[in-house]
């Protein structure tokens, strides 16, 4: 019983958001992964089929730095995109746009790469398949084309442990 209570606190104490390297290039990058892992919640019916996720976010900004508008590669399940779609206002954009005007880049539309991979322990773990590999440069079924911007990449990952009985 003792073990099954240290074990659920270990469980509770080990949730975090851990930067693996500053990113001295983009010095906002941080505050837009912090707004991001803070609010996103991956979709339960992603998480029951260990399905992962790897997308470009397209993001445009208006003149001004605010928002316009955001889409999402092909690759992109449609729980995610509209998971992310609920979420928009909640993420720090503007930290994004503050690196760009900083770096005096032409504010074309940025791309952000994102991977979130997810795995329940002794259950499944989330694969990328050459489907989502092929429908990753694509939006709306047309290849990319122009010029962008490439953002640094998000990547999360997600493990769900069980409870030993």
């Not at 080990?14 to 505050?31: L, R």
């Not at 208006?62 to 508008?69: A, I, P, R, S, Y």
């Not at 791309?111 to 939006?139: A, H, M, V, W």
């Amino acid at each position: 019983m003792k073990i099954k209570i240290i074990v659920a606190i270990l469980l509770i104490l080990n949730c975090c958001t851990v930067f693996g390297q500053k990113n001295d290039e983009f010095p906002s990058y941080e505050k837009f992964y912090s707004t991001f892992a803070e609010y996103l919640k991956y979709p339960a019916e992603l998480q029951n089929k260990c399905i992962p996720t790897i997308t470009l976010m397209k993001v445009t900004f208006t003149n001004t730095g605010e928002l316009d508008f955001i889409n999402f590669s092909d690759s992109a399940a449609l729980e995610f995109v509209e998971l992310m779609q609920n979420i928009k206002n909640k993420l720090d954009f503007k930290s994004i746009y503050t690196d760009l005007r900083s770096k005096q880049k032409d504010i074309n539309p940025v791309l952000i790469p994102i991977q979130i991979d997810f795995e329940k322990i002794g259950e499944c773990t989330s694969t990328i398949s050459s489907g989502n590999l092929q429908k990753l440069y694509r939006f709306s079924g047309k290849p990319i084309s122009g010029k962008y911007f490439m953002y640094p990449e998000i990547y999360c990952k997600y493990v769900v442990g069980r409870t030993i009985e």
